[in-house]
């Protein structure tokens, strides 16, 4: 049952993704740097540290079950 539960979960985010990733093609560029370039450069920053955050913390749950077995 809850193999079920989770398959079913699993099937309705990946619909809610499909759904909230057919924008409008114009939604592509939130910020435009010719004019907000500080802006932009803040958030691409922002968003540099948050996917290197993500990779630490995966290797590092990677590593720990690797010396738990």
Known sequence: MNRCRTAVATALVAFAALL???????????????????????????????????????DRIRRHRRDDD
């Open 20 to 58: 909230l990733s057919t924008v409008p093609a114009g939604a592509q560029q939130p910020v435009d740097a010719t004019t907000d370039g500080g802006l932009a450069f803040v958030l691409f920053a922002l968003t540099m540290f948050v996917f290197a955050a993500i990779i630490f913390s995966m």
